[in-house]
Nanobody, 124 residues
Framework: QVQLVESGGDSVQAGGSLRLSCAVS????????LGWFRQIPGKEREGVAA???????SYAESVKGRFTISQDKAKKILYLQMDSLKFEDTGMYSC??????????????????WGQGTQVTVSS
């Protein structure tokens, strides 16, 4: 159904910026959610940001004001612009999709399709 492939992960200095991309096989014509999540080995995935088909967004408090989630429906690409990166932003970042539902939140358990992830490492 839906395939997602992340890219853009890199090692970056604290305070720097990075832009992640997620290529989506298809966008839904109805209600959907696309989200970004991150994970440190041994710990559960943490929600970062989410966006719906109408560009409504939701962010984790820890990234609010620093990260921006967006989408290019024509190109079928989901983005995560990360500014003012902190060491604690380090993790494997994955994008995910959810069919239908109400307002989108980056709650990992609610998403059905996942990419493999791209590593983001922030040095202090």
């Amino acid at each position: 159904q839906v395939q997602l492939v992340e890219s853009g992960g890199d090692s970056v200095q604290a305070g720097g910026s990075l832009r992640l991309s997620c290529a989506v096989s298809r966008f839904l014509d109805s209600i959907y959610c696309l989200g970004w999540f991150r994970q440190i080995p041994g710990k559960e995935r943490e929600g970062v940001a989410a966006i719906d088909d109408d560009d409504n967004t939701s962010y984790a408090e820890s990234v609010k004001g620093r990260f921006t989630i967006s989408q290019d429906k024509a190109k079928k690409i989901l983005y995560l612009q990360m500014d003012s990166l902190k060491f604690e932003d380090t993790g494997m970042y994955s994008c995910a999709a959810l069919f239908s539902g109400g307002y989108c939140y980056p709650n990992p358990g609610e998403y059905n399709y996942w990419g493999q992830g791209t590593q983001v490492t922030v040095s202090s």
